[in-house]
Every structure is written in structure tokens, then in C-alpha cells.
């Protein structure tokens, strides 16, 4: 860990956009905002029912 830290890649850690994750991951892609395809999927489906909510 230390060793990546002080590596140039240090500049790719990102913090996860999932609701309620807390993982750091290496950005492989300029598009990658997610850890896992796992939290790139309840993320959507978050957005999803944010944007299709019934008014109250």
C-alpha cells in the first residue's frame, strides 16, 4: 500500500460514488466511478428510483 502511494498511480485513487460504499479503488478507465460493476449497478438503480419517485 505504501509502496502505491508513492508510485505515480497514486493520482488514480478514487473514492467509490455508491451510495453507502466506503472502498478506495485504482481508476482503470476515464469514465470508472465505481469499485465494482456490483456498486455501478445499486448506484443506477438508486439514481433510477430518485428520479421515478411518486410525489407525495
Request: hydrophobic share 30%; net charge positive; aromatic share 8%.
Amino acid at each position: 500500500m505504501i509502496a502505491f502511494l508513492a508510485s505515480p498511480d497514486r493520482d488514480r485513487l478514487r473514492a467509490c460514488h455508491a451510495p453507502r460504499c466506503v472502498r478506495y479503488f485504482r481508476k482503470e478507465h476515464p469514465r470508472q466511478e465505481w469499485c465494482t460493476p456490483r456498486c455501478g449497478n445499486r448506484a443506477r438503480v438508486a439514481r433510477h428510483h430518485q428520479r421515478h419517485k411518486a410525489p407525495a
